[in-house]
């Protein structure tokens, strides 16, 4: 029978529900979907978390396998992992967007799953979580934040009428210093652990 340390589930899914940000894709989502019906962006938002699930757990399971066949060891990625989600953060934190990119219904479920919900840092921390927590913590904490980011998508006009253009803004900034954070604390790990792997 398989334990799941409640603390850890909740630490791992904060973690990833910080990475994702569901409600930064809020605005992409309804400019994605805007000629789109209701059932239509319903759609759209469950093939999207759907997609962005199929991607976390493809790298929880097989990410640090594949990490060590191409040689790359675990504190080099959370260096390099780190370094992705710090850029991430400030660009959030600063307001600068990656792309504004418009398109079909199609591609726009494909944008957001990839790499709006499951981006570089998504993937990154994915890795990190399951080495951790262990795999079924960070299995189960990423796929019920992908649930809650599908939830919110599902919502999204409620949403935004309700927080509005700039309760958006400051939200996304305020969640962009935490994505800073934990890179800054990914970091210093990766660090510590070559160096102390080093030591002689």
Known sequence: MVEIDIMNFVKAFVAMFIIIDPLSSVPIFLSLTKKA????????????????AIALVAFILLGVPLLGTIGISL???????????LIVGIYTVLGISFS????????AVVLLAVPMITGPGAM?????????????????????????????????TTLQKYLGKRGFEIYSRLFGLFVA???????????????MGNAP
Do not use: N, P
């Open 124 to 156: 990154s921390m994915a890795i990190i979580l399951s080495q951790e927590y262990g795999i079924f913590v960070s299995l189960g904490a990423s796929l019920f934040a992908v649930f809650v980011t599908w939830a919110v998508l599902r919502f999204a």
């Open 37 to 52: 019906s209701a059932s239509e962006k319903a759609k759209a938002a469950g093939e999207a978390a759907f997609v962005a």
């Open 100 to 107: 504004e990119k418009k398109s079909e219904l199609d591609v």
């Open 75 to 85: 504190d080099s990625f959370k260096i390099g992992g780190g370094l992705v989600l």
């Open 181 to 195: 954070a934990f890179a800054i604390q990914f970091i210093a790990e990766g660090v510590r652990g070559m160096v």
